[in-house]
């Protein structure tokens, strides 16, 4: 018998996943060592392994929330997306892994491959409305600067639709339209029925019509829209200043108190509060500036504008003063 026979008997192969006890002193203080890749006996010193494989992370996390939110499973899903990003991709990339651009019949075949692997996702006409609708609310959202969250919302919002037949019949860039502005009122994102209309490739009315729709069918329940989200964006299309929006936030507190501001479209008291701290800081701004950066007519301004100031007893100075 050779010497290696003999050392093979004697010591035992050991792995790393069934040794729970040292071999030598049958302790079971065994200590990994991910740097040097042993498993060693904290007792006796006894190296049980020594080609141990590290299968975790190349990064570190310090909390349980930082480890949690730094794991890697895959591509969450997204329901703004037909199939939910569930299949594969192939890009519109016309180079390969080393950055050099591909040859023409390369790029031609990858083209085909392209076309017929986006055909074989889409097999019914419930999966060819999705991808419609999803590239419609996509659109939507690049085009009025809608966040990823709210969009996912609108996604949510589209296939209840779907599921509960909604869209037969009906276009689907209105059903669309009217699904991002339901997200857009559910986060309170301060997006307009105008804006998102102007957006969208179809009239204001449809996708009113869609939006009372989505409310009556689906059961949602709206928020009241706040006024103080439309007032920073209005300032920034006019350029009024931080100090003129605090003033004019402090204004609608007010009028919310009151109950001043009960039934009023909120954009319209937005538009008209920011006016009246205009004047007061003989800031210039006229209404017809606000008017048409809050999207309304100068008489919705400059009917809140009296109301405001008579519900709420201001004492403006006359424009004339002013400047």
């Known amino acids: 018998m050779s010497v290696t026979q003999i050392i093979t008997e004697k010591v035992p192969k050991i792995d790393q996943h069934l040794a729970d006890k040292c071999p030598e002193c049958k302790g079971k203080n065994l200590v990994h060592d991910y740097d040097s890749g042993e498993t060693i006996c904290g007792d006796c010193g006894l190296v049980l392994y020594e080609q141990m494989m590290d299968k975790g992370p190349e990064w570190r996390a310090f909390t349980h929330e930082e480890k949690t939110s730094r794991s890697r499973v895959g591509m969450p899903t997204s329901y703004s997306i037909s199939d939910k990003g569930l299949s594969t991709i192939i890009s519109q990339v016309d180079r390969d892994a080393f950055g050099r651009k591909l040859p023409i019949s390369t790029r031609l075949q990858m083209w085909r491959l392209r076309k017929w692997q986006i055909r074989s996702r889409v097999h019914s006409s419930t999966d060819r409305n999705l991808a419609q609708a999803m590239t419609e609310i996509e659109r939507l959202s690049s085009k009025v600067s809608i966040s990823p969250p709210i969009k996912e919302k609108a996604a949510v919002a589209y296939r209840k639709a779907l599921d509960k037949g909604l869209v037969r019949g009906r276009s689907i ?108 800081n003989t800031e210039k701004a006229t209404q017809k500036d606000i008017a048409e950066a809050a999207g309304v007519t100068e008489v919705t301004v400059r009917n809140r504008y009296k109301d405001l100031k008579k519900r709420l007893n201001l004492e403006i100075p006359d424009r004339k003063d002013c400047f």
């Open 173 to 280: 860039n209105s059903i669309a339209a009217a699904a991002l502005y339901v997200a857009c009122r559910k986060s309170g994102s301060p997006r307009t029925l105008n804006e998102i209309a102007e957006a969208s490739l179809v009239d204001k009315k449809d996708v009113a019509r869609c939006y009372r729709l989505l409310l009556q069918e689906l059961d949602f329940h709206m928020p009241i829209a706040d006024p103080l989200t439309y007032v920073s964006k209005i300032a920034e299309k006019t350029g009024i200043s931080g100090k003129t929006q605090g003033n004019a936030i402090a204004i609608l507190r007010e009028a919310r108190q009151k109950r001043a501001s009960s039934g009023k479209d909120p954009v319209g008291l937005a538009a008209a509060a920011l006016y009246i701290a205009c004047l007061k």
